[in-house]
C-alpha cells in the first residue's frame, strides 16, 4: 500500500492550505515517520466508528451498514452485560437509562459476522455552572511572594489568594497548570511541558503544613528558605533541594511515628488513585536507577508491567515507592484544602486549572500509554503570519487509534485527574480534539501533518467527566479554526476562550460588547501575551526587539491599536484608558467568566512567558512584585468593584 492510501486509513492530511494561504505537502520521508509512529486504526464495517450516545438527545445510533439481518447488539461496561437486543433496520434504538461511561458494543449479524466497538455514553452538556456572570483572579502561583513560604508559590499561599479573591469580590482563582514536572530537573519550570498531566507537581507543597515535619528535620531550613524568598525570580534549583529534603524528613518520621488515622487516609488515598499512582511512583524510582529515557532502559521495564511493578513495591525499593506516594497524596490533601475553602466562602467555581496540550515523550504517560501515545511524534501548528516555519511545541498528544482500543479511558484519566479539584478546567489548544498538527522527530516543524481525532467522542468524554466532576470546561480556540467547530464544541456544552486582544476585526478595530459569546471565558490577554502595563507602554516591544525577535507589530501599529482602544471605551461611555477602564468594558460583555491577571492589578510590565525563548527571558520564573499579604492594599479596591460590580460575587470586603 502507498504512502498516500496509509495516510487515508490513518486519517492523516498530507496537503492542506496554511494560514499564509501556500499549499503544504509533507515530504514522503516525513509523511512516513508519521505513519511508523501511528498505531493501526480500526476500520468498521457496521458503525462508521466509535459510537457516541447523548442520554437525552440522541437515543439512536445509525449503522454504516446492517450486514445480514437481523444485527445482534451486546453492551458491556467493566465485563458485564448491560443491555442485549437486535435491529432489522441501519439504525439501534437504544433502551432509555443507559448507564454513562465507557463501554464496549458488540454487534454479531446472521453470518456470526461480530465486531467490538469502543462506545460513549454522555450527558447531552458539560455542567454549565449554577451562576450568570462571575469573575476569577488569574495568578502564575510559583510567582506569589508571601513572608512565610520556601522561595516559590505554593498551596498555603494558594489559600491565601483564595481569601484575597474573595475579598476582590472574585468568583475563584485561576492557576497555571499544575502538572507534575521532573523532580531532578527543576530548572525545567514550564509549566505547559509536564512528566505527567496525571498528577500534581510537588514544588507546591507547603512543607511546613505537613503534620511530620518539624524544624529540627532539616536545620537552618528557615534561614535558608529566608534568602531563596529574595530577588525577583524563583531560584527554582536551590528551592528544589530545600524542598527535597524537607519532603523526606516528613516521610521518614511519617514511615515511623504517623497516627493510625493518618496511615488509614495515605491507604485510602492509594486505593483511590491504584493502579496509575503506584504505577507512577515506579516510574520515577525507574527512571532515577536508569538515568536515561525509558525507551532505553532494560527491556522488562520499557512497557509497565503490573507483576513487575508489584516487585519492585515489595523489594528494596518499597520505601521509595512509597515516597512518591506520599509526595502525591500530601500535595493532593493541600490542594483539595484550598477548594475546600473556596467552598466554604461560596465561591461559585473556586479553582479555575489548566491542562497542558500534551506530555515530554519521557515521562510516565508517555510510558504508561505507549499505544495512545505517540513519543516519536510532536505536537506544533503549521507555518503561520507570526511564525513562518511552523512550530514544534516538543510535546507527545493522544493519537486515536491507541486511544480507540482502550475505549477512550486514558484521555478520561487525564479530564478526571485535573477536575478532582476544579470547577473550571481550561483545555489548552482544545483544537486538537479535533485534528493535531504533528511534526515527526528530527523534522522541521514545517514538515508535519494534520492528524484527525475522533472528535465527536473526545467530546463525549469531556462532557462525561465534566458532568461527573460538575466542572466548567472552557476550550481554548484560538488560531485557525477549522469551519463548525466553535459551533459543536458549544452543542457540547464546552465554552470558548475570548482574548480581548484578539477580538478585533479586519480593520483592527476592537469588537464591541455584544460580539462576545455568554458560554465564554473573557480575558484582557494571556500568559504569553503582553501585560496591560507592558502593551501601553510598549515594553513588550521593547523587549522582543532586544531579544532578536520580531514582535510582529511596529510602533505606530501599536500607537493606533491604543487609539482604537480608546475608540471603543467611548463608544461605551468610558472615559479612561486605565486597567480598571478595560475590566468595565470586559465586565458588560455576556460572557460568563472574566479572568483578570494579578499582575495587571499590580502594573507588572513583563509578560510571565515569551514565546519563541528559553534562556532569554525569565520564563516562569518572575516573581510578583508585592507579597500576598500586601496585595489588596496595592490594589484600587474601589475601582476594582466598580468595574466589576455588575458579575462580583457579593460578601467582598
Known amino acids: ?9 490513518k486519517g492523516v492530511q498530507s496537503e492542506f492550505i496554511d494560514a499564509l494561504g501556500k499549499l503544504r505537502v509533507t515530504a514522503p520521508e516525513a509523511l512516513k515517520s508519521i505513519l511508523d509512529a501511528l498505531p493501526e486504526k480500526r476500520v468498521y464495517r457496521f458503525v462508521s466508528g466509535p459510537v457516541v450516545v447523548r442520554a437525552l438527545g440522541h437515543p439512536r445510533t445509525e449503522l454504516a451498514a446492517i450486514g445480514a439481518p437481523p444485527l445482534q447488539w451486546k453492551l458491556l461496561g467493566n465485563g458485564n452485560v448491560i443491555a442485549t437486543g437486535e435491529t432489522r433496520e441501519p439504525v439501534i434504538a437504544w433502551p432509555a437509562a443507559l448507564p454513562l461511561g465507557y463501554h464496549r458494543l458488540t454487534l454479531t449479524d446472521a453470518e456470526g459476522v461480530t465486531e467490538e466497538v ?12 449554577d451562576f450568570d456572570r462571575g469573575w476569577l483572579l488569574a495568578v502564575q502561583l510559583y510567582s506569589v511572594r508571601s513572608d512565610r513560604n520556601w522561595g516559590i508559590g505554593d498551596f498555603t499561599d494558594l489559600a491565601g489568594l483564595v481569601r484575597l479573591a474573595k475579598q476582590l469580590g472574585a468568583d475563584g482563582v485561576g492557576l497555571n497548570p499544575l502538572h507534575v514536572l521532573f523532580d531532578d530537573r527543576p530548572a525545567d519550570c514550564s509549566p505547559y511541558s509536564p512528566n505527567s498531566r496525571l498528577f500534581l507537581n510537588p514544588l507546591y507543597i507547603d512543607v511546613e503544613a505537613i503534620p511530620e515535619f518539624s524544624a529540627e528535620l532539616v536545620p537552618n531550613a528557615a534561614v535558608t528558605a529566608a534568602r531563596l524568598r529574595e530577588g525577583d525570580r524563583v531560584p527554582y534549583t536551590a528551592m528544589a533541594n530545600l524542598k527535597w529534603l524537607g519532603l523526606r524528613g516528613a516521610f521518614e518520621r511519617f514511615v515511623t511515628s504517623a497516627s493510625d488515622a493518618r496511615r488509614k487516609e495515605f491507604d485510602a488515598f492509594r486505593a483511590a488513585r491504584a493502579p496509575l499512582l503506584s504505577r507512577f511512583a515506579c516510574f520515577e524510582v525507574l527512571r532515577h536507577r536508569f538515568a536515561v529515557p525509558w525507551w532505553e532502559w532494560p527491556s522488562e521495564w520499557q512497557r509497565p508491567d ?60 508517555a510510558w504508561n500509554e505507549q499505544t495512545a501515545i505517540s513519543r516519536q511524534l ?53 483544537l486538537g480534539l479535533k485534528r493535531l498538527y504533528l511534526v515527526p522527530r528530527g523534522f522541521k516543524p514545517d514538515n508535519g ?44 456544552g464546552i465554552w470558548s476562550y475570548l482574548v480581548m486582544m484578539f477580538e478585533r476585526d479586519d480593520a483592527g478595530h476592537f469588537r464591541n460588547v455584544d460580539h462576545y459569546r455568554p458560554n465564554a471565558l473573557v480575558t484582557l490577554n494571556t500568559h ?38 480608546d475608540e471603543i471605551l467611548r463608544q461605551n461611555g468610558i472615559r479612561a484608558n486605565d486597567l480598571y477602564s478595560v475590566l468595565a468594558f470586559l465586565s458588560r460583555t455576556p460572557s460568563r467568566l472574566l479572568a483578570v491577571s494579578l499582575e495587571d492589578l499590580l502594573g507588572v510590565v513583563d509578560q510571565p512567558n515569551i514565546p519563541g525563548t528559553i534562556d532569554e527571558h525569565p520564563n516562569w520564573r518572575q516573581r510578583l512584585p508585592v507579597a500576598l499579604d500586601k496585595i489588596a492594599s496595592k490594589v484600587d479596591l474601589a475601582a476594582l468593584k466598580a468595574a466589576t460590580r455588575e458579575r462580583s460575587l457579593p460578601g467582598g470586603n
Open 1 to 9: 500500500m502507498d504512502l498516500l492510501a496509509q495516510a487515508r486509513l
Open 118 to 129: 469502543p462506545m460513549i455514553v454522555a450527558p447531552e452538556r458539560c455542567f454549565g455552572g
Open 306 to 365: 503490573e507483576a513487575k511493578c508489584a516487585e519492585l513495591r515489595k523489594g528494596p525499593d518499597k520505601r521509595e515507592v512509597e515516597f512518591v506516594e506520599f509526595v502525591q497524596w500530601t500535595a493532593d490533601s493541600q490542594l483539595h484544602t484550598a477548594k475546600e475553602l473556596a467552598g466554604q466562602l461560596g465561591m461559585r467555581v473556586g479553582l479555575y486549572l489548566d491542562v497542558a496540550v500534551g506530555v515530554q515523550s519521557n515521562g510516565f504517560d
Open 378 to 430: 510532536a505536537v506544533g501548528a503549521p507555518p503561520d503570519v507570526l511564525n513562518t516555519i511552523g512550530q514544534d511545541w516538543g510535546l507527545a498528544g493522544f493519537n486515536a487509534g491507541g486511544l480507540e482500543a482502550q475505549s477512550f479511558v486514558p484521555f478520561a484519566d487525564m479530564l478526571a485527574a485535573s477536575m478532582r479539584h476544579a470547577g473550571a478546567i481550561r483545555l489548552d489548544h482544545v
Open 449 to 492: 501533518a494534520y492528524v484527525e481525532m475522533p472528535f465527536e467522542a473526545l467530546l463525549a468524554v469531556v462532557t462525561r467527566e465534566s458532568a461527573a466532576h460538575r466542572c466548567i470546561v472552557i476550550g481554548e480556540d484560538l488560531g485557525t479554526v477549522p469551519e463548525g467547530f466553535r459551533e459543536t464544541m458549544q452543542d457540547f
Open 528 to 565: 504569553d501575551l503582553s501585560t496591560y502595563a507592558g502593551w501601553r507602554s510598549f515594553g513588550d516591544l521593547k523587549m522582543k526587539r532586544s531579544l532578536g525577535l520580531d514582535p510582529g507589530e511596529n510602533d505606530q501599529a501599536r500607537w493606533d491599536a491604543l487609539g482604537r482602544l
